[in-house]
């Protein structure tokens, strides 16, 4: 099979979704498929770092930017994060998207390409380049169509909200202009929601495959030994520092936990709320007890986390999460917000889960739960054992996953091309 994979970053240090080309890639090669991918220039320097072989770096074809992106991208910085991700990222990928794929279509005539796979970027709403190449197209693991919790609405303004209406609405008759995802033989989505979310008059048969995955090789259980009387409990965050993530609330929690455990908060990455939280760090005293690593690789950062003890996930937007399934592969007990998907990959046998209920709940239940974890190390083991159970019997690894992708792309290669719309509906088709 010869497979062409494109995604606008594919990347280790960027954010999460970034990732998950190169996870594709490396293991579509090792079950005997051959595969090119075509990304941005952004990707060039750390893609060759990755793979320094000329043969391995040569299936890699790189999209350089246009007056037209660097102009939405400055643009684009005016306005509110959400409002800046939702429109202006669109817009800037799309301008991405017109000139890959025209490499797309000149690697299809040169190498005799099967099938066309486009996994990122993962929200349904996105709009798609990849039609009219002559071979079958599949999008996905998609993941997305998320608000936020109801009694975090506030979050997003007034304006901001009616943008974002104003950009879905606008966004199913970008896809009649440009019908990537109407004329997809095959779309994939990670949820119900997700599925929802797809626009209207797809044509291709939808598959339920979670987005996220964590690979098993790279992320093992650590031993959790018991600590002595005067170390402390380490809990751990580790994502972009954006309101949805919820980093504000979890260290208005840990002023509750601090001067009642021994614990420490450790916080791993860096965005725009960054100087916010070690203002406000500072502002509740916490300097002596709240570390700041900034963004490390993902080898150093599974170094830290497995010198924790607890992983706190209070994201209020989270429609995936490989962070997730990289710690609870570790064995480390998790304490998530029950919404959307961390209350998918959390249950209760290996974290501990806080209703977004109201703000002075949410920051409650989270220093609720950190103190419960604090005084238990009995409780920490038994749901670090848990996790690891979770993730292996749970398909969430990346073998099972490429294994399952590439099924997927064989069955999309056997079926003729649809060419009647049909229902929108998850069942319909759904494996």
């Not at 090669?29 to 750390?46: P, S, Y």
């Not at 999008?139 to 997305?144: A, F, N, Q, Y």
């Not at 103190?371 to 038994?382: N, T, Y």
Request: hydrophobic fraction near 40%; proline fraction near 6%.
């Amino acid at each position: 099979m010869r497979v062409i994979i494109t995604a606008p970053n594919v990347s280790q240090r960027m954010s999460g979704e970034s990732v998950l080309p190169l996870y594709y890639f490396n293991r579509l090669r090792e079950r005997g498929v051959q595969v090119w991918v075509v990304t941005h220039a952004r990707c060039r320097e750390e893609v060759r770092s990755i793979f320094p072989n000329d043969d391995d770096f040569q299936k890699f074809h790189f999209i350089e930017d246009t007056r037209s992106q660097r102009l939405t991208y400055k643009l684009g910085s005016f306005f509110p994060y959400r409002i800046e991700d939702l429109i202006f990222g669109q817009m800037i990928n799309l301008l991405s998207q017109r000139h890959a794929r025209a490499v797309v279509q000149q690697l299809v005539k040169e190498h005799d390409i099967d099938l066309v796979f486009e996994p990122t970027p993962i929200t349904p709403k996105g709009l798609s380049c990849m039609y009219g190449l002559g071979v079958p197209v599949v999008i996905g693991p998609m993941c997305g169509g998320l608000e936020f919790p109801p009694a975090f609405r506030y979050m997003d303004s007034p304006s901001t909200r009616l943008s974002i209406q104003v950009g879905r609405a606008l966004s199913q008759l970008g896809h009649l202009l440009v019908p990537g995802k109407l004329q997809a033989n095959a779309l994939i989505v990670g949820n119900d929601l997700t599925a929802a979310a797809l626009p209207k008059g797809y044509r291709g048969k939808v598959y339920r495959v979670e987005e996220s995955g964590v690979d098993l090789s790279l992320c093992q259980p650590v031993t959790q030994t018991d600590l002595a009387p005067d170390q402390p409990v380490r809990f751990v965050f580790f994502a972009r520092f954006v309101d949805w993530k919820g980093v504000q609330f979890l260290v208005e929690a840990f002023k509750q936990v601090a001067p009642k455990a021994n614990a420490v908060l450790e916080l791993i990455g860096d965005g725009v709320l960054l100087e916010a939280t070690k203002a406000q760090v500072a502002a509740l005293g916490l300097q002596d007890k709240v570390n700041f690593h900034g963004r490390l690789t993902l080898e150093d950062s599974i170094k830290l986390i497995s010198n924790c003890q607890v992983y706190v996930v209070p994201s209020l937007r989270e429609c995936g999460g490989n962070a997730i399934l990289e710690v609870m592969a570790m064995g480390l007990p998790l304490i998530a917000t029950n919404w959307a998907g961390p209350g998918l990959f959390v249950n209760d046998s290996c974290g501990l889960l806080v209703e977004p209920s109201s703000r002075q709940g949410f920051v409650d239940g989270l220093a609720e739960a950190m103190l419960r974890l604090a005084e238990s190390p009995e409780l920490r083991h038994k749901l670090g054992r848990g996790s690891a159970k979770r993730v292996t019997e749970s398909y969430f690894d990346w073998d099972s996953k490429t294994d399952r992708i590439l099924e997927i792309m064989r069955e999309t290669m056997q079926q003729p091309k649809p060419s009647v719309a049909v229902t929108n509906n998850l069942k319909q088709g759904t494996t």
